[in-house]
């Protein structure tokens, strides 16, 4: 019953093989326990829309120096560094934000046109669970969410946090245990929906060579769109102890079982990474620090050497895509996902 339904859906969105998602791209959880999906109230409380898109990634790689000691001479072998970082260039935040925008006004309008109502932020502040939150207002672009991104929600799209550290991180609660099957019983057991996208653009690799007395790092330039982010990936002084992973997906859960489970769950995720083409002039970037040795006859008294080190840094190198590409590929997912995730829900829902 399960494959039919993905037929149908795929056949009914035009989505084949061969564009941006195919089938075999997607991931379908199609979960109704009880009929809870036709027994909910036709109202759907939107608690996050949002995109993340890399913007800047940094990586380096170090060797220690060394010194040997031999009959009649001593070397002394420098240690290196090597530090690289890839800053995208061609779109900036406006691009992101247009995009965010349209895909909201998507998502909403099907919802509307489908008779389901809306939920405000205000109006889920009327209940205990969020009553202590803070009601944000969407449209602002936030590189705090995670280190070398920018996080972008629509316009005209409010909701809530838990809480906003002093640099301007947003908490969305939780833990180790989904709340949204909880809270949405709390909501009278309205639909929660949550609706992410995560857009990387390159895959740094620092490599540090003793053997060689070398140090590298290489940049591949990949955009994509990632099943999940790691908010830690860019930011290693923060322990990922507890810090739970960001998904792509369009997700819609609704009612309380037993153990925190929902009785509906209606959810469309990437099985895997799916790379753009021909978007990046670039593909590899590559930059090498090779240590450098020097040696000395050792005299009959005393002799301190020192051999500074070999040192490179390279702060600034920049990706250059084409526009218009970059936003296509970004388009085409977000409105590929959303359709069929609002298909798959409405499909689960039906009386």
Same mark, same amino acid.
């Given at each position: 019953?399960?494959?039919?339904?993905?037929?149908?859906?795929?056949?009914?969105?035009?989505?084949?093989?061969?564009?941006?998602?195919?089938?075999?791209?997607?991931?379908?959880?199609?979960?109704?326990?009880?009929?809870?999906?036709?027994?909910?109230?036709?109202?759907?409380?939107?608690?996050?829309?949002?995109?993340?898109?890399?913007?800047?990634?940094?990586?380096?790689?170090?060797?220690?120096?060394?010194?040997?000691?031999?009959?009649?001479?001593?070397?002394?072998?420098?240690?290196?560094?090597?530090?690289?970082?890839?800053?995208?260039?061609?779109?900036?935040?406006?691009?992101?934000?247009?995009?965010?925008?349209?895909?909201?006004?998507?998502?909403?309008?099907?919802?509307?046109?489908?008779?389901?109502?809306?939920?405000?932020?205000?109006?889920?502040?009327?209940?205990?669970?969020?009553?202590?939150?803070?009601?944000?207002?969407?449209?602002?672009?936030?590189?705090?969410?995670?280190?070398?991104?920018?996080?972008?929600?629509?316009?005209?799209?409010?909701?809530?946090?838990?809480?906003?550290?002093?640099?301007?991180?947003?908490?969305?609660?939780?833990?180790?245990?989904?709340?949204?099957?909880?809270?949405?019983?709390?909501?009278?057991?309205?639909?929660?929906?949550?609706?992410?996208? +995560?857009?990387? $653009?390159?895959?740094? /690799?620092? @490599? %540090?060579?003793?053997?060689?007395? &070398?140090?590298?790092?290489?940049?591949? !330039?990949?955009?994509?769109?990632?099943?999940?982010?790691?908010?830690?990936?860019?930011?290693?002084?923060?322990?990922?102890?507890?810090?739970?992973?960001?998904?792509?997906?369009?997700?819609?859960?609704?009612?309380?079982?037993?153990?925190?489970?929902?009785?509906?769950?209606?959810?469309?995720?990437?099985?895997?990474?799916?790379?753009?083409?021909?978007?990046?002039?670039?593909?590899?970037?590559?930059?090498?620090?090779?240590?450098?040795?020097?040696?000395?006859?050792?005299?009959?008294?005393?002799?301190?050497?020192?051999?500074?080190?070999?040192?490179?840094?390279? +702060?600034?190198? $920049?990706?250059?895509? /084409?526009? @218009? %590409?970059?936003?296509?590929?970004? &388009?085409?997912?977000?409105?590929?996902? !959303?359709?069929?995730?609002?298909?798959?829900?409405?499909?689960?829902?039906?009386?």
């Amino acid at each position: 019953m399960k494959s039919i339904l993905l037929i149908f859906l795929f056949l009914f969105l035009g989505i084949f093989p061969g564009e941006i998602l195919s089938e075999k791209d997607l991931k379908v959880t199609s979960f109704n326990k009880k009929n809870q999906g036709s027994k909910a109230p036709k109202k759907v409380f939107i608690r996050s829309f949002n995109a993340y898109f890399e913007v800047y990634e940094e990586a380096s790689a170090k060797t220690s120096g060394s010194k040997n000691e031999r009959a009649n001479r001593t070397t002394y072998t420098s240690g290196t560094s090597t530090t690289m970082g890839v800053q995208i260039q061609g779109v900036d935040v406006p691009d992101f934000q247009k995009l965010i925008n349209e895909a909201y006004q998507n998502f909403v309008s099907q919802l509307k046109g489908q008779g389901y109502e809306i939920m405000t932020a205000d109006e889920a502040k009327k209940y205990e669970y969020y009553a202590d939150w803070t009601k944000k207002e969407g449209g602002a672009s936030s590189d705090a969410q995670v280190e070398g991104y920018i996080m972008v929600t629509p316009i005209g799209y409010d909701y809530l946090v838990k809480s906003v550290t002093k640099g301007g991180k947003e908490k969305m609660g939780g833990g180790f245990v989904d709340p949204t099957p909880k809270i949405s019983k709390e909501l009278d057991n309205a639909f929660i929906a949550d609706v992410n996208f +995560a857009f990387p $653009f390159v895959m740094l /690799d620092a @490599d %540090a060579s003793t053997w060689t007395n &070398s140090t590298s790092v290489k940049a591949t !330039i990949g955009y994509r769109i990632e099943p999940s982010l790691d908010p830690t990936e860019n930011n290693r002084s923060i322990t990922n102890f507890g810090v739970s992973r960001i998904p792509s997906q369009v997700r819609f859960v609704s009612g309380l079982d037993i153990g925190s489970n929902p009785l509906f769950h209606a959810k469309v995720e990437p099985k895997k990474a799916v790379y753009a083409e021909g978007v990046f002039k670039d593909k590899i970037i590559k930059e090498v620090t090779q240590a450098q040795t020097d040696m000395f006859s050792k005299t009959g008294y005393s002799q301190l050497v020192m051999v500074s080190g070999d040192q490179k840094k390279v +702060a600034s190198h $920049f990706a250059d895509c /084409d526009h @218009d %590409a970059y936003v296509n590929f970004a &388009s085409d997912v977000m409105q590929s996902m !959303i359709d069929t995730g609002v298909s798959n829900f409405l499909e689960l829902s039906k009386d």
